[in-house]
């Protein structure tokens, strides 16, 4: 397992953000997780991040398979400038396309406690009145009401109407395994049951290492 960075977890909140790149990956070992957490993050060690880049977190599966990044632009015209302009797609044909995502609502539940686990459900939804309708159905039900160790819950809404991202922070692996025992998962299943939102599932992440403007 990658062992736990003291950088802090990306401000997903902030104002001058225009576009957040998700990219989740399989990888299958820990081995596998430390190289691609690495190789994602050489390029920003020294020297200054790319113009309009704000932040780059690279996580990785506490199950030792999946490694996820969420990186924060200013724009996706200046991401995809930025994509022309270095021919990252020519340099690496295999490179995953990221999931644009647009910051939709969140909540802090626990201001001042420090998160260290990260879990980031997904769910697949049939256009972008569906998209707010799941995330509000949440965050202003079972996700709305404090939890204890649920530091913030963030919902993150597709640029192509076709998914909702729930970024939520977590104090520790515990508080998340009291709340999977507790009644809540149930309430969130029954804010979701509606025809055309699908739960994909998600998995608990730990910070490899970030960078940030």
């Known amino acids: 397992m990658t062992p736990p960075t003291t950088a802090p977890f990306p401000d997903v909140s902030r104002s001058d953000c225009g576009i957040v ?3 989740p990956l399989y990888v299958g070992s820990a081995d596998a997780q430390r190289a691609e957490a690495e190789r994602v993050m050489a390029p920003y060690r020294e020297g200054p991040l790319p113009e309009g880049m704000l932040s780059m977190s690279v996580f990785t ?3 030792a398979e999946n490694v996820l990044t969420y990186a924060q632009w200013t724009s ?4 995809r400038e930025y994509v022309r302009d270095t021919g990252r797609y020519e340099r690496e044909p295999d490179a995953v ?3 644009r995502y647009r910051l939709y609502r969140g909540r802090v539940l626990e201001p001042g406690s420090v998160p260290t686990l990260l879990v980031p459900p997904v769910f697949d939804v049939d ?3 569906r998209q707010r309708r799941a995330a509000d159905n949440l965050l202003d039900g079972p996700l709305g009401t404090p939890f204890p160790g649920l530091v913030s819950s963030h919902f993150h809404i597709s640029v192509d109407g076709t998914r909702v991202l ?3 922070q977590w104090v520790d692996e515990e508080s998340h395994e009291r709340f999977m025992q507790s009644e809540r998962p149930k309430e969130c299943f029954e804010a979701l049951t509606m025809p055309g939102v699908r739960g994909i599932g998600g998995k608990r992440y730990r910070l490899a290492d970030s960078v940030v403007r």
């Open 76 to 79: 996706d015209e200046v991401y």
């Open 127 to 129: 256009g972008r009145e």
């Open 97 to 99: 396309e990221p999931v």
């Open 61 to 63: 599966c506490t199950e």
């Open 166 to 168: 729930n970024w939520a």
């Open 21 to 23: 790149l998700v990219t």
